[in-house]
């Protein structure tokens, strides 16, 4: 009799589906699986805390308990296809933990082959034809490019489709990067112009949520017409009713559309045009002079700046805070698809440095240059901060940008801070915004071998983000701080979305 | 200010996704919405007991608790919406009960307008041509049209892949009647063989669950190739790795066969035709001796045979119960699409007079001749069995047949349970699967001014039944008693699927 | 080895923590499971629905999943240990489906013995001093017992503390029968005026929910002191503050109460007895002229004057339905303890049926020749109807009274009913809280060989029940025809408590 | 119209609870609750992560979610007192994000003041018989302190019980410091023999769970007879039957045995204080001599020694890991009640800090000099290790002390890293147990401000500990590098209460 553990069956049929990589947090009973995934050929990540993979199991589009040990790779097939067929997504295994050591013969386990690769389908015809009318007929047409053109490696056929036509187009967070962000056909620079006055929107597997404000006005015309292309049917006509509601793999529909679209092309001397770019050489004239202010403590505007100027076009963004990601989004370009991970749509906090760790594993792996950026609000990185050991540890070299300004929204300067400190108890005085003033975060990566650098002037981030990307051996964290000047507006905004969220 | 209460807009925004029916218990606070429901112009039914309607809460594809009245059309919105795009489904609106005497001031309110009819999409076409390839080479090709080829409307396309094929068919319970059961293609008489030999199989909108066997041996051939077409990315390669999986709208997608497999025929005079009809005859000759058996109590052969013959074609049959549901499933006919409602996937008991009067309010209102036939077993009766006096206060002329075999799987004839009174303590003697023999459910019936008819010789039988057609103001129940001589088949069988489904 | 299965171990465990009764519905697996407890000693009681059960799952104390067959009869002590100790209630035990037929060797499994009887505490003796002093200096003081005092089983002593001290008393539903109804310090018939004008309140095992309308003005004066007896801590000062607070065992802290209030007594000449008793004169003549109305249909109250003058003092009564239950529990007197069973705290519908067969399989047991009387709402009688089939199979003779007012709340006349069918189609005129007039539930019961009876005049009912009472082999149902005019206030007073439920 | 916001009155009804603090993660919407519970007088903590809390919400005595502002105060009295009466516990409230900002008049809200303090009970007297006869008899009785005696505060009672009847004692984890550890009764130091060969056990307050074996064989005597005394009726008898089962609070109980036991006195000439003794000796020895061993890295025996040398008596102790929570259990004498927090019954990882905060934020408030000294494995630190920056920002003098072995149960030394970093991917070959060695966790201290120690010698650790006792301004970490040798000891006992925690 060939006897086999649970342990032994979960690294097998993970393996199985060719799972690479495993991240975890060691402790009873979770040893065994991690010994047995690494004898099996998974990698194995031992990561500080969960923090950054909690919220698998709230979202899970699969969940499943196996009764009995001869179930496990069955259950873990069921897992791994539901969680890349259709709509992307987490699913979740519940594996009692005296099943890990018990032990069955491995003759009496079904087990199961890898599944293949997702099937992909194509939109109906009548709705292409439709979808075509209305954009030849567009006075002030827009492509918006999401996440699900990303996912859905469509990035080729998203050019055409923008070369071709010539339609001015948006990224969405996740989105950026299908498109180089300094394509001519980008109009990041004037999103809030383009969103507004758009006619006709092609929504390329990008969702009308808060981050694209439900499609609602006043962000969007009443009149807008969508030509809304997913995979996943229950998102289409979501908030605003589709012109055009095109079902299926975002590359094969592109395909369709540029089939039928033929030799059409959207005038790049239209009025559309005209007014777009107008608003972007004015936003970049005031970002250019926000950015080139020389006071100090830095702006965001300035840091971001000079941080772009110096990544590497094909390095990978990870970004999560609230106006660090939400003003990086607009300053730091993305090249290339799929180089750029945000904390999402529900904004999780904590889940950079998991993100990044991930990345960089990969990287590693594959023996890419390619160097992972983990922008950090200082808030944010309180949440998972402590991964920086296991980035040392595995001697990942990611480079870690916290924008410090000394609170969540908004901090205070040092010398307010003393002032308040004699005023008494802090926890009556301190505004609950409030961290720390210029909490030195680097040490946190230098007392694990990483370099750590302490930014305050242009020329310091300069300096330390180069050495950074020179060191290809350790992780590096500059600390960079800003100005912690008051700066609510992300927070009013962030309490209408949370009344949305409450309601759905 | 144009007040309104949180009932009136559930109700509006009800009216507005074009719902029509509502069924519902009375009791705090339910009474103000189906009042409010019934002032909109949605048809309230009163239902005796949740049980019919329970399931839904369990599995819903969406669910949603509004957080203030503002909000509820666009929740009503969003669960109509994700109940009928994707794979059809059941969701799930919590509205607190405070909320639905709460008035506000209609402006306030943003309504929204009904949400489109679902999109459709079709396979991919590099799949397409090796489903073709598959299709041509096999030697023992099968089609098994599932529920999913009814619920997409697709009847037409099937019946002309069919027929232009000539490939035998195999309907799935609630497959029944895409095409009619008694089409010259349809091999139900020799299913086991047919599901056993095939070496290519079209499955069309059928889940490999319990009641295709998971697709494994023995009842599959091991090495069977599956064309698989689900318009459910996720339900792709389930249990059995797809040879070609083709996502989409089954009738698109079946449209896109056609135009490849173009006059491509499978010979009728092939090898496993003949091996398909000869099982066919073999087993209509056992079914017939049973049918025709003329002992009494009846068996359950007998019954079905009568009760087929004198069922109209286009009546609507809904069926629940153990033996019942299944022998039922062979022996009655069906010629219509969407004219079957089994207890479905998950076997739930008490769902059969629910769905028989959703149906008939139905049929009821659009003043069709088509007459609603519930077949219970007596156990599965007794879950929803006062939904009769529902049935006769909306006078909706259902016609129950409950096959009593006086238990649970089997029962015991009156003599030998007097025999066992005399014994003692029933609670100590009484097999668990027991229930009282000869029990009159018909006076259940008759109780509330429908027909009622105790039924044990065939003459009897049909007489009752033509009285019941011919009664088109009331409903009736015909309590046929049959032999309940022990047939435990059906619950070894159930016994192999509740292990399974303790696994996933 | 001596293997067992799972279903054994369950049967076995549940034996030896003297679980005398199991009540099931069988299915895949639970026949297994049943046969097995009743091979081991326990009486089995086939149900038609699990709706009278399914309010365990909600609300249990304790709930658990063995993760192995070994742990089984460890899990099962620990949850009948929890139903019993602190305040009683509801424990579950999910079993997979797979470990009902799994075997394992006898000798690995850790078999437990009974628990002991329910450990016993008393109260604080500072606190009963104040108890004490609260009580002498009292002007208007009123007991009320709850049913925390019937399952404490404390009758003698809460007698004892009645008739030494003289003091008023009010039963909550399910406390009534600790003392007598008709027991000369009841003042049951004034309860609204002894609510509100009390000035110190001993509670004992009595909740301050809905039922006694949370304790707040206006029903209470918001002066009152309340002396709070229960043995749950986290129930005390709930709602209203206690200004004596004695956590204990009902009958040790009423021991406690007595030894230190020696022979203090309330005077009967006091101003406080007065207006009780001049109310009690005032309500008895009131609902006597209610009870003695000759019009036909009959009202509540001369339904239930007659059924009160007959039923034995030492009957069993289960009640649930709205105004059925509310009015019945006011006319129909309890004269022993813990011989009542009210739908109860949540108001669940479907509970009677269930509760009167588990209170007849114990009477029957016993050889015990008190009767069960469940009485019934036509609405509520809908929830379980088809248990009177459980009823007749296990010939027990309880008595089914339900009081038919063809509606929820209310509902209208057959002659109402005929005008509405003639104006179109029902489900959009018939109010949601209408039935079918005049439904012969009756027939349900003769259906299955019990006694049913159409009750329309006071002498049907008489002579049906006292046929009822002579019957002791099997059950008889009294459907007892009332006016369906409307009566709006328990509905409008439910609306109210569902919006605290709502809150809490 | 005096309109007040869900903030305040969420603030405001904390406050009339009495609640002093409030801890918090800022965010939308919890800054608005902060800004108003500091401005109704509730000092307010801002936290880096909710690692610490999060618990609470899976095991919550009482869970409630208010459905309109009316209900806020009367939930939050509810859950107050739900937590601190009967068995203390955390509580759950669920108020929707929208409710923060709504507003309402103040008027229309229902104030409710503060629950009194929890109510007490005493044991039934003839079970305390029963308790004083079986000790009165026992010829090797031991009392077990739990960490209900400390909740109680019944330290005067049991002291008392200890001294009056010369019985040996051993405190649960928790229930150190009831009696201080250096009592000459404690017999900590044979704790197995003690409970192994103990025939009458007094468990005051403390539950049978896995920290204590669950009683059962071979750890202790399957004939020992337990005298069981809780609070919680649920408890009693849980694993292990009582012979003596004394439900109440834990002072008025002992209060109880000692009016009974009177004068009684167990020999402290007995056998079997001779053999307690003999054991403490020699375990004493043992412990003497790894403690006194002086190889570099220090081993955790020495460490814990000389810490404990050095630690006022007066300090609170909070405590996490595996090893380092384990031994330093038996190294650090705890002198006073409710000084020592250790991770508790389910051992979840990342409590330390936060705990550590509490304590130090109310010594701090209560201007006591009494310290606060948080010992940390170096795998637990890495749950919750940036919440040193909440240490700094207000202030608190916490000494962490982080025992550092490189690993989670064992580690492995720098120079055994380097030539495993040599072989390869680390990802493959590092043991999922190890961290990276050395880490200077003291830096992740200094970098805000802190004081931080690398502590190798003995010298070292007594230098720093004395330095960081000295510093009152502000916290101080010792990193202290030990031996990072295998010790798979405690993995193993752990995973054997996995299996047991699955099954319950």
Known sequence: MDEVTGAQLIAEALKSQNVEYMFGIVGVP?????????????????????????????????????????????????????????????????IAGDMVNAKIDRASVRFVSCCPAPPVSQADSREITQAVRLLRAAQR?????????????????VRELVEVTGIPFLPTPMGKGVLSDDHPN?????????????????????????????????????????IQVDLCAEELSNNVRAASALLGDIGAVVRQLLETVRSWRFPSDSQWWLTLKEKMTANAQISKSLALQSTLPMNYYTAFHHISELLPKDCIIVSEGA???DIGRTM????????????????????????????????????SAQRVVCI????????????????????????????NNNGIYSGVDPKTWKEMEKMGDMTTIAPPVTLLPE???????SAFGGRGYLVRTVE?????????????????????????????????????????????
């Open 460 to 504: 310091e981030l300069r300096s330390a983000l180069q050495e950074s990307l020179d060191n290809t051996q350790m992780p590096s964290l500059l600390n960079v701080l800003i100005d912690p000047a008051s700066d609510l507006f992300n927070y009013l905004q962030a309490s209408r979305i949370s009344t949305y969220f409450g309601a759905i």
């Open 439 to 445: 909490a030195q975060y680097e040490q946190v990566m």
């Open 141 to 157: 047409p827009l492509i918006i490019i999401g996440k699900g053109a990303a996912y859905a490696r469509a990035e080729k056929e």
């Open 30 to 94: 979770i040893i065994e699986v991690a010994m047995a995934a690494q004898a099996a050929g998974i990698k194995y990540v031992g990561m500080r805390n969960e923090q950054a993979v909690e919220a698998c199991r709230l979202y899970s589009k699969f969940s499943a308990r196996p009764s009995s040990l001869e179930m496990i790779p069955a259950v873990v097939e069921k897992a791994v296809r539901s969680s890349i067929y259709g709509r992307p997504g987490a699913t979740y295994i519940d």
């Open 332 to 367: 730091l370009l993305n090249y290339l698809p799929r180089h750029r991970l945000d904390a999402g749509t529900f904004g999780t906090m904590g889940v950079g440095p998991g993100f990044a760790i991930a990345a960089a594993v990969l990287e590693q792996t594959q023996k």
């Open 376 to 403: 950090e609000g200082d808030s944010a990185f309180g949440f998972s901060g402590m991964e920086v050991e296991t980035m040392c540890r595995y001697k990942l070299p990611i480079i870690i940008i916290v924008i």
């Open 186 to 226: 980008c109009v990041a620079a004037a999103r809030s112009r383009a969103l507004l006055q758009a006619d006709v929107i092609v929504l390329l597997g990008a969702r009308l949520n808060w981050i694209l404000h439900f499609g609602f006005p006043p962000r969007f015309s009443p009149h807008v017409k969508i």
């Open 323 to 325: 106006n660090t990601m």
